[in-house]
């Protein structure tokens, strides 16, 4: 008899590595549920549960310097992950098609910042913008995002490139499309669901973004800013309100963005 | 025949306008597709990247001076202990981080790719990385509720009767924290890599009269070993870099090198100088772990053909 997967012989009795893989769910998951019970707490200090109320949605209705700051991180996702995808797309199909002297620096290059962390990017962009004597705006925070939502959205048609069929797109020549039209009409509706969900992702992560904005916003506060500086304090309860309702945002967009990856795949 | 060579001219003559047509064409196009990026990148990750390498030489450079003179100051001033203090923490938390994500993490990837029913499968790894597609900001917010003296935690122990603990603003909050954050990062890629486990193999161990440990150490680790050193990397890389959570929960005692690195430009010490060889020090102990997992890692990580 082959003792081969042993843990299916005893079925009844959970292994530790399942136990494990629950307490670790639980450890992902109690932190985010606690804030959200919180929010409905009365009480504006301690842990004690002081009753259900919604004061701090309440409250957060009138906030308008939140509502600005949600604007300003809106505008800079928004453009900069419109741009991106244009030409983020572009340069996949590019470092697909054609071998150039350079190549292997220029994906180097664009890998650099997936790699190197916020904090030396985020400074590097400031001192170059300082040198050329750039005034630093909503427009510098969109020009830097856009350097990592490029690069995500990159690597991840990149990826769903290597899974297609070439021989679509030369069938497309062959019947006499010029090489624009194939790229428009046969290539970018197969890379569709894989461009909007590498868009998904570079959104996330521009809204979720402290260290460059700080370094390259000027004036413009996007919500990171506004969230970072008031509970470097301490806690808010507001803010857990405001938690809450980005998290369910932002649950919402990761439900999107795997129907377009599954969609991806099926395609 | 004197046609029959203008003619042969001409021909040649549109022949080799073809080809340079063709020729242009060539560049054109990559050009047309590879250019805009390549311009963004050039002058926003490049240019940035090498100014900050230069500035790293100029000792004391505030901002809006001018540069004076070269030097290696900034780079010797590193070496004091009160800063060598903070790269060793900085190293020590990202190590740690590393290691918990990876004991903590293994056996989840491994009951999720393995163990787990198969219909089942896709769904809880989802859930399992969801947490990342939320605010990295918020999530350690979140555990401020539960870490701070009259948090959860300590509202819970004082209630079965044990002493509170002072968590908040310690390193123990750091690596709380941080393996919160990354552990999903190291799940993920640790799942990718034991998903193509060749179950045969183990079988064959079993046969050859291996124990299920024997076999776990001589078979099962060494064929994920590329997806381990990867997971690591990234956690390593990320963990070192972050700054959030020791801002946030690390308090005071926690000055890593990237909140030494704010400190420099948008704090209260305004020194650029110092603040880029800083940059250039955690890029480069970055390339060092980059280098280090090309070495002994995955040998192929492309993921552009």
Known sequence: MKPAANHQNRPMLPSWQALLTLAMYSFMYIPIIILGVYSFNESRYGAVWRGFSLTWYRKLLGDERLFFALGDSLKIALCAVAVSSVLGTLMAVGLAKYRFPGKSLYVGVSYLPLIIPDIAIAVATLVFLASVAIPLSLWTAIAAHMVFCLAYIAVVVSSRLKGLDPNLEEAALDLGATPTQALLKVLIPQLTPAILSGCLLSFVLSMDDLLISSFTAGGANPLPIEIFSRVKTGIKPDINALSVLLILASGLIAALSEYFRVKSDRA | ?305
Not at chain 2, 47 to 60: D, N, R, Y
Not at chain 2, 104 to 132: D, S
Request: with cysteine; net charge positive.
């Open chain 2, 1 to 305: 025949m004197e046609r029959g060579i203008k003619r042969t001219a001409a021909l040649t003559h549109i022949f080799n306008l073809a080809t340079i047509q063709q020729k242009l064409r060539a560049i054109v196009r990559p050009l047309g597709l590879l250019g805009p990026s390549g311009v963004w990148l050039l002058l926003l990750v490049v240019l940035p990247t090498l100014l900050i390498a230069e500035l790293s030489f100029v000792p004391g450079l505030r901002p809006g001076q001018a540069i004076e003179g070269y030097g290696l100051l900034n780079y010797i001033r590193i070496l004091e202990p009160t800063y060598l203090r903070v790269l060793q923490r900085s190293a020590t938390f990202a190590m740690g981080t590393t290691l918990l994500c990876l004991a903590l993490g293994f056996p989840v990837a491994y009951w999720l790719a393995i163990m787990a029913p198969k219909r089942w499968r896709n769904l809880l790894l989802v859930l399992f990385i969801l947490p990342l597609w939320t605010s990295s900001l918020l999530r350690t917010y979140a555990w401020i509720t539960l870490l701070r003296p009259s948090g959860v935690i300590n509202l819970v122990l004082s209630s079965v009767g044990l002493p509170t603990q002072g968590l908040m603003n310690t390193h123990w909050a750091v690596y709380i924290g941080m393996t919160y954050s990354f552990l999903p990062y190291m799940v993920l890629i640790l799942y990718a890599s034991l998903e193509r486990l060749d179950l045969q193999l183990l079988e064959a161990a079993a046969d050859l009269g291996a124990n299920p440990r024997l076999a776990f150490w001589r078979v099962t680790v060494p064929q994920t070993l590329p997806g381990i050193a990867a997971g690591c990397l990234l956690v390593f890389v990320t963990s070192l870099g972050d700054f959030v959570v020791p801002t946030l929960l690390g308090g005071p005692t926690s000055m890593t090198l990237s909140r030494l690195i704010y400190n420099q430009f948008l704090g209260v010490a305004r020194n650029w100088g110092f603040g880029s060889a800083l940059s250039m020090v955690l890029i480069l102990m970055v390339s060092l772990a980059i280098a280090l997992l090309l070495k002994y890692g995955d040998r192929n990580p492309e993921i552009y053909s």
